[in-house]
């Protein structure tokens, strides 16, 4: 079992940055694949982006890259995605996710808001 809670949402207004972190717990959180996902009201869950367990390679959606970056400490059993010139459209909670073959946990998401 792999326990991830989010931190770091709120309100922010366009333009601005949040970083959101990912604390992990439980079983070698650095043996999964990380990613984050998010829901905004009324729309389904969608993909953001992940990182492999080692960091050597990222991948994103195409609504956020150049904005975003995944990252993450194994170390300190850690996840992050830093969020830069936000839009009202990324306004959603964002979760995190791990998976490996047959495993999937998530946590149970931060809320972003950003305003116009």
């Known amino acids: 079992q792999v326990q991830l809670v989010e931190s770091g949402g709120g309100l922010v207004q366009a333009g601005g940055s949040l970083r959101l972190s990912c604390a992990a717990s439980?079983?070698?959180?650095?043996?999964?694949?990380m990613g984050w996902f998010r829901q905004a009201p009324g729309k389904e869950r969608e993909f953001v982006a992940a990182?492999?367990?080692?960091?050597?390679?990222?991948l994103y959606s195409d609504s956020v890259k150049g904005r975003f970056t995944i990252s993450r400490d194994n170390a300190k059993n850690m996840g992050y995605l830093q969020m830069n010139s936000l839009k009202p459209e990324d306004t959603a909670v964002y979760y995190c996710?791990?998976?490996?073959?047959?495993?999937?946990?998530w946590g149970k998401g931060t809320l972003v808001t950003v305003s116009s």
């Open positions: 996710n791990a998976a490996s073959p047959g495993t999937d946990y």
């Open positions: 990182i492999r367990w080692n960091g050597g390679s990222t």
């Open positions: 439980g079983r070698t959180f650095s043996s999964y694949v």
